[in-house]
């Protein structure tokens, strides 16, 4: 079974900075892309970043300039690294992964539990 362990989140005042970890862990062949989606009370879930196995990136306009997305392929981890915090960046963020469990299988979407990101102002 393959799971995805978020970590890091936490309180942050406006303007401030905070790093959300995502671990994958179980049984793993390969990952593909992984990312950090968001959502905030009474809002749909809403992609913040996402990075290929190439190191590719992607961010939602809303946190462009000002979050910066990166992994570790030997510790099958994501990060994301959150500065000049704003409250509207207040949301449950929840690690994505495209993973491949073992031979002849294709490539599977999980998700993590999601942990709790809150931005005072």
């Known amino acids: 079974q393959v799971q995805l362990a978020e970590s890091g989140g936490g309180l942050a005042q406006a303007g401030g900075s905070l790093r959300v970890s995502c671990a994958a862990s179980?049984?793993?062949?390969?990952?593909?892309?992984m990312g950090w989606y968001r959502q905030a009370p009474e809002k749909q879930r809403e992609l913040v970043a996402v990075i290929t196995s190439g190191g590719s990136t992607n961010y939602a306009d809303s946190v462009k300039g000002r979050f910066t997305i990166s992994r570790d392929n030997a510790k099958n981890t994501v990060y994301l690294q959150m500065t000049s915090l704003k409250p509207e960046d207040t949301a449950v963020y929840y690690c994505?992964?495209?993973?491949?469990?073992?031979?002849?299988?294709?490539?599977?979407?999980?998700w993590g539990q999601g942990t709790q990101v809150t931005v005072s102002s």
């Open positions: 179980g049984s793993i062949f390969s990952i593909n892309a």
């Open positions: 994505n992964a495209e993973i491949k469990p073992r031979r002849g299988v294709t490539f599977m979407n999980y």
